[in-house]
T-cell receptor
Framework: QKEVEQDPGPLSVPEGAIVSLNCTYS??????FMWYRQYSRKGPELLMY????GNKEDGRFTAQVDKSSKYISLFIRDSQPSDSATYLC????????????FGTGTRLKVLA | DAGITQSPRHKVTETGTPVTLRCHQT?????MYWYRQDPGHGLRLIHY???????DKGEVSDGYSVSRSKTEDFLLTLESATSSQTSVYFC?????????????FGPGTRLTVL
């Protein structure tokens, strides 16, 4: 079993929809959670960074962490065709660590 | 952009030849990383560096070596390239802001080993 599981998709939604992207994990020691957006043939771009449980909002993006369920989510409101990309989750146990565990990514398509 | 460049961006080489990829940063980040990204496997850590001349292995380090002689440069070398090393290679950095968990990625190098 992988430490981090992420549905590969593709997930297709109409423009304007609310998108929910999710990752589950098995290591209860993870405390830092990140979401990256990766366009085709580009490097991953850090979107959201959260510590421990709770929600964090940045514009149309909301990151949610539920440590009791070992489950994290990224919500995208009013989705746009420009949001079409692969979204990667990543986690680490402590600050100052080299060890980040990545999900394999969910491919999102927002249809105009 | 987080001030990371990678070179070359694309390379085609033959089995058995040595290959060196370069990562250059302008942000004075302490930590530097090399990952490979393959379908179905996501991002996997090859090697990382926590300072000049301080490096260590990641989960898929066999067949790779690294060097960091300056803060801004981190080199990845494939001593004798094999077809299984065909992949997209990403450099990443963290640590300049004091919040070491925010990790920033370069644009990637697409390597094909024939």
């Amino acid at each position: 079993q992988k430490e981090v599981e992420q549905d590969p998709g593709p997930l297709s939604v109409p423009e304007g929809a609310i998108v929910s992207l999710n990752c589950t994990y098995s290591n209860s020691a993870f405390q830092y959670f990140m979401w990256y957006r990766q366009y085709s043939r580009k490097g991953p771009e850090l979107l959201m960074y959260t510590y421990s449980s709770g929600n964090k909002e940045d514009g149309r993006f909301t990151a949610q962490v539920d440590k009791s369920s070992k489950y994290i989510s990224l919500f995208i409101r009013d989705s746009q065709p420009s949001d079409s990309a692969t979204y990667l989750c990543a986690m680490s146990e402590t600050s100052g660590t080299y060890k980040y565990i990545f999900g394999t990514g969910t491919r999102l398509k927002v249809l105009a | 952009d987080a001030g990371i460049t990678q070179s070359p961006r694309h390379k085609v080489t033959e089995t058995g030849t040595p290959v060196t990829l370069r990562c250059h940063q302008t942000e004075n980040h302490r930590y530097m990383y090399w990952y490979r990204q393959d379908p179905g496997h996501g991002l996997r850590l090859i090697h990382y560096s926590y300072g000049v001349k301080d490096t260590d292995k990641g989960e898929v380090s066999d067949g790779y070596s690294v060097s960091r002689s300056k803060t801004e440069d981190f080199l990845l070398t494939l001593e004798s390239a094999t077809s299984s090393q065909t992949s997209v290679y990403f450099c990443a950095i963290s640590g300049a802001s004091g919040v070491t968990n925010e990790q920033f990625f370069g644009p990637g190098t697409r390597l094909t080993v024939l």
